[in-house]
């Protein structure tokens, strides 16, 4: 009976550790949100040409976070970084509404990646501090994630745990409530 407990409270406090890549669209602030995790603060950016990759410890779990650029010519190179990964966050800039369609095309071709199969999707609803900002409900209905139909993605989020959370980088607000949504799905073999 003592090894029983023992193990169970083991596994409450044992350090997890997570590799999550973070994608999205240039410009939807995936760097700042790493530096806010990371550095506690926000600076001045530059589009990522490549990748940054950074250990960030939170609660119980250390990420392991590959921020990955988001051009259009970048895109096709964010496969390599699925291997072995855990979880996705995608960062959307919820302010700019025009591409909410290439958005979800992006998601569609990187949630039916098999190297992807059964990882967590956060989606961060960035910028929420602008005034022309998706809600998350806004967001989730403009990306189809509940619709089955071939236009939308419900049927490529079969199988996957995902939420999306509304935030600010440059604040924090929002950043640490998607974490803790991670930290409580990731799968277990993390």
Request: hydrophobic fraction near 40%.
């Amino acid at each position: 009976m003592g090894n029983v407990i023992s193990g169970w409270f083991e596994s409450l406090f044992r350090n997890k550790k997570a590799s999550i890549v973070m994608v999205g669209l240039d410009a939807a602030g995936k760097t700042t949100i790493l530096d806010k995790l990371k550095l506690g603060t926000s600076r001045e950016t530059v589009p990522t040409i490549g990748f940054h990759v950074e250990t960030v410890d939170y609660r119980n779990v250390t990420f392991h976070l590959w921020d990955v650029g988001g051009q259009k010519r970048l895109r096709a190179l964010w496969r390599i970084y699925y291997e072995g990964a855990n979880a996705v966050i995608f960062v959307v800039d919820s302010n700019d509404r025009a591409r909410v369609g290439e958005v979800r095309e992006e998601l569609r071709t990187l949630l039916s990646d098999p190297l992807l199969a059964g990882a967590a999707l956060l989606v961060l609803c960035n910028k929420q501090d602008l005034p022309q900002r998706l809600t998350p409900a806004e967001l989730v209905d403009g990306l189809g994630f509940r619709d089955l139909s071939d236009n939308g993605l419900g049927r490529c989020l079969v199988g996957h745990k995902w939420y999306v959370q509304g935030c600010c980088a440059h604040t924090g607000d929002g950043l640490y409530e998607g974490l803790d949504w991670m930290c409580s799905h990731l799968p277990d073999d993390s």
